[in-house]
C-alpha cells in the first residue's frame, strides 16, 4: 500500500520495536570473531599485545586479563573488549524474535568499523566483514572497489548474509531499519584515510570540518563531541533556525552523493542482476546536528526508492542534562516521521519511579498532553517510545535508583548507583511503567535484553552480552567504584520474558493500541489517584487503569463493568477498586464511555 509524503507508513503504526546491538546479541559463528588487526583505531588506547575475545559468560565487572596492565580504569579498558556477537547470531535467534512477538527490528550500525557501537564507520556500503562468515575474504573483496565509485562496490558475504536476514525476517512479518551517522565517520573512513594519504591534494579535503595541516604538517580536524576517532562531515551554510531551533544549511554535495549512493544499495539491493528486499527505514543518529535541508533531501530520495520508508532522528538534548529537545520541527511532514521518544520516557520514569525528579499524577498528565500536543496524530502514533538503549541505562536498573533521569547514572559519577536487580518496590514500579508503555500513545521499543531482565548502568554497562539460557555466566560482583557489594548470577528470567511477551500479544490483538485515540480522565484524578487513559478505535474502547500508590483506590462508577482484558497483581479482579502497584485493563463497548 502506498503512503503518502507526508505520513508516516502504515505500517509504523503497529510497530513493536526490538533494538539489537549486534556485537552482544548473540556470538554464531566463532571463525569469524574480531581479531587483535580488527580492532586497531577502535579508541584512542593501545590494543595490548595479549589481547583475546572475552567469554560471553565473563563476570562484566571483572578486569579482562589483557586489561589489568593496561594504564587505564576498567571503563576505558572495557571499550577494547568483544564477544564476538554477529549476524550469524540474529539469524539462529529470528525465531527467538517471532515467539517473543515483536514486528520490528531497529539494528544499531552495522557498517564495517573498528569499534564495537559502529558509528565510527569505515565503509557506509558493507557490513562489518566480523559481523559475516569470512572476514578475509571480504576484505580482500573491498580493497579492490574504488569505495567512491559504487559501480566497482562488490557484494561480500557479510552484507549477503544481511540480506538473506532481511528476506528472512521479511518473511515473519518482521519490518528493518537501521542505524546511520550522517554527522561523522570514523578517522579509519576511506575519505579520511585518502586525505592522510595525499594530504591537501586528496579530492576529499573538503567532505570534513576544519581539515588543516599545521606546521610540523599534523592533520587537524572538527570532530563530534571533541572524540578524535570521529571525525565531523562538512556542513555548508549551516547556521541556527531562530523560530524553529534545528540547523538550516546543507551537507557537502560530494557528502551527499555518497551517501544517497549508500541509500540505493541498502533500499534496492541488486546483487547478480536480482532485486532483493531492502531495509525498511533509518535512524538517524545526533539529528539535531545535521543541516535540515539535507533531511528534507534525504526525506524526497529515500521515499523514491521506498514510499514506505521511515525516518526515525535522535533528537535528544538541548542542554544535558536539563533540558531534552522539542522533536516538532521535524515532525511535520517533510523530515522524520518519528523520533526516539526520549521525552515520553522521562516524565513516565519520573511519575512511575521513585526519582529525584518524581512528579505527581496531576504533573503527569500535564507533561505527556504537553509532550504530544502540537504534533500532527500521524506521528504521535508512530514516535518510538524507548525506556532504555545502548546509551541510556537498563529499565530495571533506571527504575531502581533516584538519579536524575539520565545524571549521574553509572558507579564512577555516583558510588551509591545500583547496578544489581532492583528491590520489590523498584521491580513494581518498572512492570507499571510497561504496561504504560505498551498500551500508550506511540510504538512501544524493547532495548534487546530488557525482555530477559537484564540490568546495567549507562554506556557501557548498559551493552552487557545478552543472557541466554543456554550459556552460563560467572558471578557477577559489583563494580570497584561502588560503595557496596553484591554477587548475582546472570539468568535469562522467564517470568519477564513471559511479561513481555502478554504485553505484546494484548497490544497486537486491539488496534485501540495502535491506531486509537488516546485520552486521558481527570474526573477524579485528585481523589482517586489512579492513572486512567482511554484507547478507542471505530467499535472498540478500552480503559488503562494503573495504581502506583501504597494504598487501594476506588475505580470510578463510569469504568465499573466491562469485560477484562489484563491485570497485573490483583488477585481477584474487583469491579470497585485497584490494590496498591495494581493495574487493570478492561474493554468496553463505545456507548458507554
Not at 536539563?322 to 516521521?337: C, V, Y
Amino acid at each position: 500500500m502506498a503512503n503518502s509524503f507526508n505520513n508516516p507508513p502504515e505500517w509504523a503504526k503497529k510497530a513493536i520495536w526490538y533494538q539489537i546491538f549486534v556485537e552482544r546479541f548473540r556470538n554464531g559463528n566463532k571463525t569469524s570473531n574480531p581479531t587483535f588487526q580488527s580492532i586497531q583505531g577502535s579508541t584512542v588506547d593501545k590494543v595490548p599485545d595479549d589481547w583475546i575475545i572475552t567469554p560471553w559468560g565473563h563476570d562484566w565487572y571483572a578486569k579482562d586479563p589483557w586489561a589489568i596492565q593496561m594504564p587505564v580504569d576498567f571503563y576505558r579498558a572495557v571499550q577494547l573488549r568483544r564477544y564476538g556477537g554477529d549476524l550469524s547470531g540474529v539469524l539462529l535467534k529470528i525465531p527467538y524474535l517471532k515467539k517473543l512477538g515483536v514486528n520490528a527490528v531497529y539494528f544499531n550500525p552495522l557498517n564495517h568499523a573498528p569499534s564495537l557501537h559502529k558509528y565510527d564507520t569505515t565503509y557506509y556500503h558493507h557490513i562489518d566483514v566480523h559481523f559475516g562468515p569470512d572476514p578475509v575474504g571480504d576484505l580482500k573483496l573491498i580493497k579492490k572497489e574504488d569505495p567512491g565509485n559504487p559501480e566497482t562496490w562488490t557484494w561480500t558475504e557479510a552484507d549477503k548474509l544481511f540480506i538473506q536476514i532481511l528476506k528472512i525476517l521479511d518473511e515473519n512479518e518482521i519490518h528493518v531499519i537501521v542505524d546511520f551517522s550522517w554527522n561523522h565517520t570514523g578517522h579509519t573512513f576511506w575519505a579520511f584515510e585518502d586525505i592522510k594519504k595525499h594530504k591537501s591534494n586528496s579530492e576529499y579535503i573538503d567532505w570534513y570540518e576544519g581539515i588543516h595541516f599545521n606546521e610540523s604538517d599534523t592533520l587537524k580536524y572538527g570532530s563530534w563531541n571533541d572524540i578524535s576517532t570521529l571525525p565531523e562531515l562538512k556542513k555548508t551554510n549551516k547556521g541556527k533556525n531562530p523560530e524553529k531551533g534545528f540547523m538550516e544549511g546543507d551537507l557537502h554535495p560530494g557528502i551527499k552523493k555518497h551517501i544517497f549512493d549508500v541509500c540505493t544499495r541498502w533500499i534496492q539491493p541488486v546483487i547478480q542482476g536480482k532485486k532483493h528486499k531492502g531495509i525498511d527505514g533509518m535512524r538517524l543518529d545526533v539529528a539535531d546536528l545535521v543541516p535540515m535541508s539535507f533531511w528534507r533531501e534525504l526525506r524526497q530520495y529515500t521515499r523514491s526508492l521506498n514510499k514506505n520508508f521511515l525516518l526515525v532522528g535522535e533528537n535528544w538534548w538541548e542542554e544535558w542534562p536539563h533540558k531534552l529537545l522539542d522533536p516538532r520541527p521535524w515532525l511535520e511532514g517533510d523530515s522524520f516521521d518519528s523520533v526516539m521518544h526520549y521525552q515520553w520516557f522521562q516524565v513516565a520514569r519520573a511519575y512511575f519511579g521513585d526519582s529525584a525528579d518524581h512528579i505527581d499524577l496531576p504533573e503527569f498528565i500535564g507533561k505527556m498532553q504537553a509532550l504530544y500536543s502540537g504534533i500532527r496524530v500521524e506521528n504521535c502514533r508512530v514516535l518510538m517510545n524507548l525506556a532504555s538503549s545502548h546509551d541510556a541505562p537498563r529499565i530495571w536498573t533506571s527504575m531502581f535508583n533516584k538519579n536524575q533521569y539520565k545524571f549521574k547514572c553509572k558507579p564512577p559519577e555516583d558510588d551509591s548507583y545500583r547496578t544489581d536487580f532492583p528491590d520489590e518496590l523498584g521491580y513494581t514500579n518498572t512492570m507499571l511503567l510497561l504496561i504504560h508503555q505498551f498500551t500508550f500513545l506511540g510504538t512501544p521499543h524493547i532495548w534487546n535484553g530488557d525482555e530477559m531482565g537484564m540490568t546495567g548502568a549507562d554506556d557501557p554497562d548498559n551493552r552487557k552480552p545478552l543472557h541466554w539460557p543456554d550459556i552460563h555466566f560467572n558471578i557477577e560482583h559489583a563494580s570497584e567504584y561502588s560503595n557496596y557489594d553484591y554477587q548475582i548470577q546472570p539468568v535469562f528470567d522467564a517470568n519477564i520474558f513471559d511479561f513481555f511477551q502478554k504485553l505484546i500479544k494484548l497490544r497486537k490483538k486491539h488496534l485501540c493500541f495502535s491506531l486509537g485515540n488516546c485520552l486521558f480522565y481527570t474526573n477524579d484524578i485528585l481523589t482517586s489517584k489512579l492513572v486512567i487513559y482511554t484507547r478507542t478505535y471505530k467499535n472498540q474502547s478500552i480503559v488503562i487503569m494503573i495504581n502506583n500508590n501504597p494504598e487501594p483506590y476506588k475505580i470510578p462508577k463510569i469504568f465499573q463493568g466491562g469485560s477484562v482484558l489484563f491485570y497485573y497483581n490483583i488477585s481477584d479482579c474487583l469491579d470497585t477498586k485497584i490494590p496498591p502497584y495494581a493495574a487493570l485493563i478492561k474493554k468496553y463497548l463505545p456507548d458507554i464511555l
